[in-house]
């Protein structure tokens, strides 16, 4: 029987990874149904999915083959640089270095960068715009699947973590159908710098599981990881917004 | 071809969104494990120089990349 402590943050950081990926794979499908229509749309849609179920199939069960402690340190080590990666830019949005990221900025942009691609091509337009969808649905599916498979694998926890990403997927659909616009309102950076933060825990849980660290509190330590980070990334935050001066 | 590349280069830049964050990441992940492996501590100590050390490089690697954009010389990307 699936224990909350262990299953918890693996359903949590899937599912909120995952609905920060879909928005923006959502935002590139709208563009393409809008201007082409939802024909092209849907099937560059399905054959991206079909290529992420393959690419699942097929590498899935090679999971199994891999030494524990091994698969722990290379996924530990591949979600540290993930992780803290999507925190400093999180961070970095939060202190106002960077811009946020912006759902109806990128509608526009894509979708002026599409009709462009169109004008300039021979080739048929829907084709061109199905290959658009086609392509933001398997870049971001790619970032959801390697989620999954890292804070599931480690601990046999890859169903939970697999519903928790589907979970996200139906939400943002639902969403998304219901108001047919880029889904803007979606707090991204906040969505994101958490999910930073848990995948920064799980990066240093699972690499030092990896090397035979025993964790004092086991799972419950996790908890305490996405604490700190969390801490870490707000006061980087905080401590960026204030001007920065140059000593000379 | 186009799709293959944009995969690989997207794939790449998942884990190597910064080159230096990425060496300095690599590089405590590897004195945690010389800790662990190669002394007499107990696999604790390394465990906490690990999350320490990761720590200190986010709060380190926001603070460069903010001075970064700060400073004249850089222009914003």
Known sequence: MLEWSTAGPAVGAAFLASIVEVVEAFT???VVATLRGWKP???GTGAALFVLAAIVVILGPLLDQVPLHLLQ?????LLLLFGIGWLRKAALRAGGVIPLHDEDAI???ETAGLTAEVERRQ?????????AAFKAVLLEGLEVIFIV???GAGRGMLWPASLGALAACALVLLVGVIAHRPLARVPENTLKFGVGVMLSAFGVFWTGEGLGVDWPGQDLALFVFAALFLVAGLTAARIVRKP???TV | MNILKDVFSELFSMFVADARLTATILATVGLAAVLIDATSLPPLAGGLVLLLGCIAVLFLSVRREAKRRASPKSGSY
């Open chain 1, 244 to 246: 920065i001066e140059v």
């Open chain 1, 149 to 151: 498979i890292a804070v």
């Open chain 1, 107 to 109: 509608f526009a942009k």
């Open chain 1, 28 to 30: 590139i499908v709208l």
């Open chain 1, 41 to 43: 749309a849907m099937l």
């Open chain 1, 73 to 77: 340190l290379v996924i530990g080590v």
């Open chain 1, 123 to 131: 080739t048929s337009q829907d084709w061109i715009a199905g290959i």
